[in-house]
């Protein structure tokens, strides 16, 4: 059995999600709304206009000090030295072996100060991880687990824009994709970072727990001329899946590499060292084992997160996360299959509930949204 | 809300009994609970169901269910739009059947839920 509700965390929004018909599940020791009109209802909206999802379950933790990019290099895959402040990328927080502690975004605030956006499940292990690094290594670098200090709302779709632009002094239109800034957003103190996980424009803002309602009913009524959607877990994870963005503790863990994740392009190749460098490079240069790919199937059936990828009889690989797509209305997922399996076009066949179904690879990602019309 | 001509499982099954043959399919309490429905696997005709048995399953991106037979008999036919349209499930859960059944034991029926009996439990 689960925990008990009375055990799980809340968010800041907790008690506006039930007064919104939010329905609530246990995630990663959350109380969370899955949904509330509907995932496909929900997942279209942020294809076609816009949704608000709270993701105040997510963590931040801070490293400020003069040592502290030395830090964030040593730990983290990407190059953290090409960031400006003002700017974000996203990364892995490595073991020594080349695999995932996290999945992370790297948020540089000032100069020496840097913010980790983790995983709600990882905050602990992550924050644990960072400090006895930190202590180990020795230098001037302060880590401060500072979830609690931030609420977080995720404002996705082609409409995030404009929606948001209506209650910000903030010039929305400069900020690039992964940068961020600082102003207000319907008067309250906040970080507006242009990044997300649904693989449409938009936006997530970093407000205080204290004033997250009246920032997100403010957002709320500000999206009722384009038809807002508050969103659920549901249609994030359909989302991200479409736009083929991994999810920790599915698709990779503390068992893959960076590499066998498919994740080559969050490597700071050119960086002196990191942990878990020697094997990435060592796999980079002898080639993978297994690898992750992304798969859709000729059928409805979906292939769910464990079922086995089969091979003539016996099970070569795993699959690591599907779903049905609302847009897309496919059956799609990434599975680890060997190396030899990997090509766009390769076969492959998946075992749901003891019957065989057939997909094949396909390219990355299976949704990927229209540049947008030149600007007027 | 249920209507009235129907019985009902614990399961959230609905069974319509007209001139000797029952169609099945899954009430709107169901359908809300599954959310958006995906995919219908049905079993074949001439398949002979005991009560309680699985006949096959509903999968909606959230979840995947067992569909339950609300009575002992056999397949004798299997609703051919689901493969292509398994949102009508969403849509008109009471309208929508999925497999009709030639009942072997007509008593079995009788004993299932009413409209009021399980209005109450899906609550």
Known sequence: ?376 | MYPTDLKYTKDHEWIRLQDGEAAVGITDFAQRQLGDVVFVELPEVGRTLKQGEAFGTIESVKAVSDLFSPVSGEVTAVNPDLANHPEAVNAKPHETWMIRLRPSAAAEADALLDASAYANLAK
């Open chain 1, 1 to 376: 059995m689960s925990s008990s509700p009375a055990a799980l965390k809340k968010t800041p929004l907790n008690a506006r999600h039930r007064a919104s018909g939010g329905r609530m599940v246990e995630f990663a020791g959350w109380d969370m709304p899955v949904e509330y009109t509907g995932i496909s209802d929900e997942h279209l909206a942020v294809r076609t206009r816009a949704g608000m999802f709270d993701v105040s379950h997510m963590g931040e933790i801070e490293i400020a000090g003069s040592d502290a990019l030395a830090l964030v290099q040593l730990l983290t895959s990407n190059d953290a030295s090409k960031l400006a402040v003002g700017q974000a990328q996203y990364s892995a927080l490595m073991t020594p072996a080349g695999t995932f502690v996290d999945d992370v975004l790297v948020y540089r605030l000032a100069d020496e100060h840097y913010l980790l956006v983790v995983n709600a499940g990882n905050i602990v292990k992550d924050y644990d991880w960072i400090a006895a690094n930190g202590r180990q290594r020795g230098g001037d670098a302060a880590v401060v687990n500072a979830s609690s200090r931030y609420a977080l709302i995720a404002l996705q779709g082609p409409e995030a824009q404009s929606v948001l632009q209506s209650l910000t002094a903030i010039d929305l239109a400069t900020i690039r994709y992964y940068w961020f800034a600082h102003g207000e957003v319907a008067a309250v103190r906040s970080t507006v970072s242009r990044t997300g996980y649904t693989g449409e424009d938009g936006f997530e803002i970093f407000v205080p727990p204290g004033q997250a309602e009246r920032v997100w009913l403010a957002l709320a009524e500000a999206g009722r001329p384009v038809d807002l959607r508050l969103c659920g877990l549901g249609a994030r994870d359909t989302l991200r899946l479409e736009a083929a963005m991994r999810l920790y503790g599915n698709d990779m863990d503390e068992q893959t590499t960076v590499l066998e994740a498919g994740l080559g392009w969050i490597v700071g190749w050119q960086k002196e060292d990191f942990l878990g460098a020697g094997t990435l490079r060592a796999q980079k240069a002898n080639g993978l084992e297994r690898k992750l790919v992304a798969f859709e199937m000729q059928n409805r059936a979906i292939a769910r997160h464990g079922y086995p990828v089969m091979s003539g009889g016996t099970q070569v690989g795993v699959v690591t996360s599907g779903t049905h797509t609302p847009f897309l209305k496919k059956a799609i997922g990434f599975a680890m299959v060997p190396a030899a399996m990997t090509d766009v076009g390769t076969p492959i066949e998946i075992e749901i509930r003891g019957r065989r179904e057939q997909g094949q690879v396909v390219p990355e990602p299976f949704y990927k949204r229209a540049k947008k019309a030149a600007v007027r």
